[in-house]
């Protein structure tokens, strides 16, 4: 230090609690003075990646990028999870599924224009201005509509067809021995015979680390088949993990692992229902409730909504059914669509539907 200036009569203090005294400064030096080395510590860091969304984290982030709002936040990650484009660590963290990725990648290469931030939260923008009454509808309508028509047609040319590609693979088929080749389905990827619809064996697999593939092993259970006497075992469908016989396709008996309970109200005749079953209740593989048939797969029918032991007043349905929200409270309305059939319990009114 040549001249101490302004710190005769300022010396700024540190936070630290060990950092007593002066701040340590230079000695006196001179060019071409030898300087004693005192120690050496090498240290090395590494850049450490961006942690993982959570689902509180990517709500902020979509915040501070103007993209959604708080009525349609639930929603989004809603879509991304029940679609299984990401999935929840133990951690609660966001992993993006082999399905995501793929989906991701096709709609931002063909539809460049509308898969980013800046668009996304001008729309909003917009929106907002239409609600205050500073811009036309119609005319922020055009200005979107118009280029996604473009992309839109352009993609239905040249957009990969996913679930029309197949990969061969060495691997032989158990029933028929051809090659199985890989392809694309809800679920992601999975293993066929080449020879659908003539031989349908399908079966799950994974990818080693020096990307090779091994089959899943179906997971076996103690329990018999009802229909053909073959083993049981676990599967997954649209509603989750369940029991199926190991003689598929030739049979095709399922059970659910969620025990059904009975409701003692009957199925509806058609062309609702088959009009022979009891509706039970059943759970599904995110934990929501809802009733269908204890006759599936041979009946389909299937609601959300609570079915209560009331016939329809106007209708003569066998049952109605009965939701309750924050809104409207609770209401019973009937069970077939055709019928405007309303009631709120709250009020003991009848409402048109």
């Known amino acids: 230090m040549r001249f101490d200036g302004f710190l005769r009569v300022y010396q700024e203090s540190s936070d630290t609690p060990d950092a007593a005294g002066d701040a340590k400064v230079l000695p006196d030096l001179s060019e071409g003075d030898l300087l004693r080395l005192l120690g050496l510590d090498p240290s090395q860091h590494f850049t450490q990646p961006p942690p993982r969304f959570t689902q509180a984290s990517l709500i902020r982030e979509l915040e501070e990028n103007g993209v959604g709002r708080p009525s349609t936040y639930a929603s989004i990650m809603s879509t991304i999870i029940d679609r299984e484009y990401v999935r929840q660590d133990d951690q609660k963290r966001l992993m993006p ?162 025990k059904p309970v009975p409701t003692g109200i009957a199925c509806p005749p058609e062309p609702q229902g088959c009009g022979e079953g009891e509706i039970v209740r059943k759970v599904s593989r995110r934990g929501k409730i809802f009733y269908s048939c204890n006759r599936y797969p041979d009946c389909t029918f299937a609601i959300w909504d609570k079915p209560i032991n009331v016939p329809c007043p106007e209708c003569n349905a066998p049952f109605l059914v009965e939701k309750t929200t924050k809104r409207a409270g609770t209401v019973r309305k009937c069970v077939r669509e055709d019928c405007e059939y309303s009631e709120s319990l709250a009020e003991g009114l009848s409402v048109e539907a």
């Open 97 to 258: 599924t082999q399905l995501g990725e793929l989906v991701t990648d096709l709609l931002v290469e063909s539809f460049p224009d509308i898969l980013n931030v800046d668009f996304t939260a001008g729309l909003e923008t917009n929106l907002d201005s239409i609600e205050a009454g500073t811009r036309d509808w119609l005319d922020v309508t055009k200005s979107f509509y118009k280029p996604f028509c473009a992309d839109l047609q352009r993609a239905k040319k040249n957009m990969r067809d996913v679930k029309g590609e197949v990969q061969e693979t060495e691997i032989p088929c158990e029933k028929c021995g051809k090659k199985l080749v890989i392809k694309w389905g809800r679920n992601g990827e999975f293993l066929a015979c080449p020879s659908y619809p003539e031989c349908k064996f399908t079966c799950n697999f994974t990818r080693t680390d020096d990307g090779g593939i091994e089959i899943e092993q179906p997971e076996t259970t103690d329990e018999k088949c009802e229909k053909c006497g073959a083993d049981m075992q676990y599967k997954y469908g649209r509603f989750g993990k369940f029991l199926g016989c190991s003689n598929y396709p030739e049979c095709k008996n399922v059970k659910s692992l969620n």
